[in-house]
């Protein structure tokens, strides 16, 4: 089945760093992929999303590429702030089959913890 | 646009007893999917309803189900409560609609605690 490999935390990074967090998926077809983040005591919030094969997501200066040739979608981040601290979910989306239902699959989560 | 909401965000239940968590989509939405956060399994998918009919299941117990409104809210049931049924319970709406995008809007969650 389908299912989605991130790199293990937590990250601990210094204020300013840049920030690579690794993520890797199985899929049959052509998922969309996405990245989620959650800070404490809330629920997910959409960090960015890539629907086809080289595009790239990006908001508030985190970006990820959708690369098929090595089914990754890598998060990435120039420079990283005290506020980033969260929990950061790469998915895919992963399509019912005959039932027409929809899941989306997570990987385990990283923490991120940003010094400063 | 209101986002997703969620009710009660906060409940504290006994080993046997049952609950009832609910859930209110973004206005327009029609699909409505559940998940289950824990620290040791992570975010697993529970059920996806889009107009009324259940269209996915993930692999839990017949002890949770859930069900979905005409108006799209839908209530996740869970009966004869368990410990390790202690977890955050996420709701994600999404438009649903044939073409449309499939990004799920998540609400802030419910944290349930069983004792």
């Known amino acids: 089945g389908n299912s989605v490999t991130q790199m293990e935390g937590p990250v601990t990074l210094s204020e300013e760093a840049f920030l690579t967090i690794n993520c890797t998926y199985t899929a049959t077809g052509y998922p969309s992929l996405f990245w989620y983040v959650q800070y404490p005591g809330e629920g997910l919030q959409l960090l960015l999303k890539?629907?086809?094969?080289?595009d790239k997501g990006s908001n508030k200066g985190f970006e990820a590429t959708y690369r098929k040739e090595t089914t990754s979608f890598h998060l990435e981040k120039g420079s990283v702030q005290v506020s980033d601290s969260a929990v950061y979910f790469c998915?895919?989306?992963?399509?019912?089959?005959?039932?027409?239902?929809?899941?989306?699959?997570f990987g385990a989560g990283t923490r991120l913890f940003v010094k400063a | 646009k209101a986002g997703v909401t969620q009710t009660p965000r906060y409940l504290i239940k006994t080993r046997g007893q049952q609950v009832t968590l609910s859930c209110s989509p973004i206005s327009g939405h029609r699909s409505v999917s559940w998940y289950q956060q824990t620290p040791g399994q992570g975010l697993q998918f529970l059920f996806e309803y889009f107009s009324e009919t259940q269209r996915n299941k993930g692999n839990f117990p017949g002890r949770f189900s859930g069900r979905q409104f005409s108006n799209s809210r839908s209530e996740m049931n869970v009966s004869t409560l368990e410990l390790g049924d202690s977890a955050l319970y996420l709701c994600?709406?999404?438009?649903?609609?044939?073409?449309?995008?499939?990004?799920?809007?998540f609400g802030p969650g419910t944290r349930l605690t069983v004792l």
């Open positions: 890539a629907t086809k094969a080289d």
């Open positions: 994600a709406s999404r438009s649903g609609l044939a073409g449309s995008y499939n990004e799920q809007f």
């Open positions: 998915a895919l989306s992963d399509p019912g089959g005959r039932t027409g239902g929809f899941k989306t699959i």
